[in-house]
Structure formats: C-alpha cells, structure tokens
C-alpha cells in the first residue's frame, strides 16, 4: 500500500492549477495576437470577398464565445485568409504572364516589315501597325475608326465585301493579289494574307490582313517576261536570217554569173552591179541577226560615211 504525505499532495495540485493558469493565459494571448494579425491581413487587401472575411473576423471576436470556439474560428479564418491570397497572388502572376505575351505580340507586329492591319467585319480598321504607316502613307491615327475602303480603288471595292463574307464563313486567304492606293495617290499592287479573328468563346469578330507590297515584284517580273519573249523573237530571227541567207546566196551566184556574161563597158552592167551590192548588204544584216539570235558580242568597226550615204543614195 502506497502511502503520501499531505505537503506532497498539495505541492502536486499547485502544480496543477499553475500550468493550467499558464496555459489559459497562453491561449488568450495568441487568441489576441491572431486578431490583430487578421485584421492587418484584411487591412492589406480590398474588394467584396474581403468584406466578407472582415465581417467573419468581426464575429469572432464576440464576448459570449468560448475561448476554445474563438481559438478555433480564428485558426480557420486565417487559413481562409491565406487560401485567399494565394489565389490572388496565383491571379496577378497569371495576368503579368498574360501582359507580357500580349507585349512580345505587340513588338513582334510593331517590328514587322509587312503591313498588319485588324478591321471589323463591317471594313472598320482596328490596328495598324508601323509598317503599314509606311506602306500606304496614312498615320494609324488616321485609319483607326475609319473605313479601309479609303485605301481601295472604287472598281475593287466590291472584292472586300466577298473577302469580309469568306472570312465571316471561317475561311482564310492566302495570296491574294491586288491593288491598294496610298495617300498620295500612287497605286500600289499589294499581295494580301487574311485570317478570321476570334473572340475568346470562338466567335468571329473581325479579320486580320498582313499586305505586301509587289510592285517591284511586279516590275521585276514583266521584265523577265519582256526577256523571254526577246529571246523567243531571237530564236525566230536567227531562223528567219539563216533561210534567208542561203536565198542571198542563190541569188549572188547567178548576178556574178549573170555580171560576167556582160562586157566591162556594157551599161547594163551598172544594173547587175547595184543588185550585187544589194545582196552583200543584205547578208550584212542577216549576220547581224545571227549574232544577235546566238548572243554573240559585236565588234565596232570604222566605216566610211560617204560610202554608206552613197549606197543608200
């Protein structure tokens, strides 16, 4: 059998009652510190959820509750409180990545050589960026709320309501070519690249364009042409020159033949005379279209002004 003393047992239970003074005077002061902790937290962020987290906080403060219930909501509104801000910290990082994406397209449109132009489906200009600042001479001031057809010749006007309607469908064009008139009136042949512009749930709201400018494209490619089609009147003419070449010398045999039937004084020798330097004339000239058919380089020579007068004289 255990036996103890009266002291040992009252030494015990006033060591009892002290731990637990101690521990409800701990609980009241965090209850009190986590108090002023929520209210700087809500103190530090605005909008309709945080009246509500404040109107919460509010109520936890209430005399009638008891400190455990009061210990226990506040540890739940604090854990509200964090998820809150978490959420919004998560929200403003999301937007700042957002902004930045739509910085990198801005400077990626602003830098383009082509002309980027957004419009409305009605033909109303939206966007415009540098290069088609450039390209057509109208500042984007001055395009932005106003009709694109004011950089369209009248008779073209009719091909942007059929390009708006195909983009309105969902369609997309591809290198289509054009004609576009700048502010100083100068028309310019423009190849054009248009896609539909779609809302956030998919709807179509308008269409961009991204135009360039051919001219010199243009310019470039009829002069290839023209080269071609010299070439193509080479080839006929060192054809036409070798043909006629081997009927010359058909015909300069029987005039020397003819010549030397005919005495030195005889006057109609001065005829057949004149027909063989015509001859020889003649197949000068088919010379040169064979050089000029085979691309041959000439050779200047010096000639005689009175001969070549007299000849033609």
Known sequence: MLVTSKPLVDAALLGIFIGLAFAVVLAIVVAHLLSWRVKQILSSVDGPRDEQLAHAAARQNDGGMSLGRRLLRTFRMVAEIDRELARRRRNEQLLQKYLGRDQLYAAVVGSANDAIVTKTLDGKVTGWNPAAER???????????????IIIPPERRSDLHHILERIARGEFIDHF???RVTKDGRVLD??????????????IIGAAKIARDMTEQRQLREQLLQAHKMEAVGLMAGGVAHDFNNLLLVMMIHA??????????DPRLI???EIIQSINRARGLTRQLLAFSRKQPTEATIINLSEVVAGVH
């Open 135 to 149: 390209l057509f001479g109208y500042a984007a001031e001055e395009m932005i709320g106003r009709s694109i057809d």
């Open 177 to 179: 070519e054009t004609t």
């Open 190 to 203: 423009v190849s054009l690249s248009i896609s539909p512009v779609r809302s956030s749930t998919g709807e």
């Open 256 to 265: 020397e033949l003819l010549r030397d039937e005919y005495e030195p004084s």
């Open 271 to 273: 005829g057949i005379t």
